[in-house]
């Protein structure tokens, strides 16, 4: 039986080295340690032995039990290290790789042109005032002189609420508000979002616009024909030139709309201005005496001019984007050249 347990002892050894996978060493356990293991079944049969071999041989037994255990123990964790280390090569990063660039959100280009236009006027002593874009009637077409028979205030130019609101049309009733509220002298540009029911080329149902306006007693059209210009040539170059044609708008009188020299061919004529040489950016007057009434200004006290320019199309012009409905339709691959 001490032959039988050292061969058992080498051939356990011998097949451990062997082992490749958990099965194969489960299979290799029962093999020895099972119900039926050649190791248990040695070990059942001790009892046969006389009293002068069982303590030498029950100590052997008990040594070759032990190491055995041992050896599996170790091949145990031996496997389950090399699992763990596939696992993670299987699962590494590759740090020397370069990471990705995160992508940053940038302003709109529609955006871009509002903060400058806010910020050209800023400079010039004008106060950022906004309002609501659902409006009364009253705010949006009565106190601006409009008269009821207008063609603005028709269905087919406006979008019409309830209980006689609508979404603005422009935001010159911001400054029927401001006036309200402010005696003279006033200095404000509007900027905010206006609705119109029309949709081609060079307009949105949804648009941006920056009105300003300018009260005082002395207030003057040179002043205000100085102050677009200045506005121009900051927002276009200082080779920018500008015209007034006459106009007619009902909370101006005299009333002009501006075009200045094309900022796509600098005069020459091109595709974006028609070939004329001239594009129009806004209209602008001075504010009508009737509008001073509504607000219980006195028009023999005090003047002002008013100006409104579409920001959109100030966009158009400064990147010289040939479609307006383009900045709304969310082509990532348009949005980030700006």
């Known amino acids: 039986m001490k032959a039988e347990l050292q061969a058992i002892q080498a051939e356990a050894l011998a097949a451990l080295k062997d082992v490749k996978t958990p099965d194969m060493l489960e299979s290799?356990?029962?093999t020895y340690f099972g119900r039926r293991g050649k190791l248990t079944e040695v070990m059942k049969g001790m009892g046969k032995l006389s009293k002068e071999e069982r303590p030498e041989i029950g100590k052997l037994a008990n040594e070759v039990r032990a190491r055995l255990t041992a050896a599996f123990e170790e091949t145990t964790q031996t496997l389950h290290r090399q699992q763990q280390?596939?696992?993670?090569?299987?699962?590494?990063v590759d740090i020397t790789l370069p990471g990705r660039k995160p992508a940053y959100g940038k302003a709109h280009p529609v955006m871009q042109t509002l903060e400058r236009i806010e910020a050209i006027f800023r400079q010039m002593g004008?106060?950022?005032?906004?309002?609501?874009?659902?409006?009364?009637?009253?705010?949006?077409?009565?106190?601006?002189n409009t008269p009821a028979d207008h063609p603005a205030r028709d269905l087919h130019d406006t979008f019409y609420l309830t209980d006689g609101h609508l979404l603005r049309t422009h935001t010159s009733p911001v400054q029927i508000r401001a006036m309200e509220n402010q005696k003279p002298p006033v200095r404000i540009i509007v900027p905010g979002k206006?609705?119109?029911?029309?949709?081609?080329?060079?307009?949105?149902?949804?648009?941006?616009?920056v009105e300003g306006?300018?009260?005082?007693?002395?207030?003057?059209?040179?002043?205000?024909?100085?102050?677009?210009?200045?506005?121009?040539?900051?927002?276009?170059?200082?080779?920018?030139?500008m015209r007034f044609r006459p106009h007619f708008f009902p909370f101006t009188e005299p009333s002009a709309e501006?075009?200045?020299?094309?900022?796509?061919?600098?005069?020459?004529?091109?595709?974006?201005?028609?070939?004329?040489?001239?594009v129009e950016i806004l209209g602008a007057?001075?504010?009508?005496?009737?509008?001073?009434?509504?607000?219980?200004?006195?028009?023999?006290?005090?003047?002002?001019?008013?100006?409104?320019?579409?920001?959109?199309?100030?966009?158009?012009?400064?990147?010289?984007?040939?479609?307006?409905?383009?900045?709304?339709?969310?082509?990532l691959r348009f949005l980030r050249q700006f």
């Open 258 to 278: 501006v075009d200045i020299s094309c900022a796509v061919c600098q005069g020459k004529g091109c595709r974006s201005c028609g070939g004329t040489g001239w």
């Open 213 to 241: 306006l300018l009260v005082d007693k002395h207030a003057t059209f040179s002043e205000l024909k100085g102050i677009l210009t200045s506005f121009a040539r900051q927002m276009f170059g200082d080779k920018t030139q």
């Open 85 to 92: 280390e596939q696992q993670l090569a299987a699962e590494s």
């Open 28 to 30: 290799l356990r029962i």
């Open 126 to 144: 004008f106060e950022v005032v906004t309002g609501p874009d659902i409006e009364t009637e009253y705010y949006n077409f009565d106190a601006l």
């Open 194 to 209: 206006c609705y119109r029911v029309d949709y081609d080329v060079s307009h949105t149902p949804m648009f941006h616009q």
């Open 285 to 331: 007057g001075a504010v009508d005496p009737a509008v001073f009434e509504a607000v219980n200004y006195d028009p023999d006290e005090v003047t002002g001019f008013a100006f409104g320019m579409g920001v959109e199309r100030i966009a158009n012009l400064q990147f010289h984007i040939p479609d307006i409905r383009t900045l709304y339709e969310s082509d």
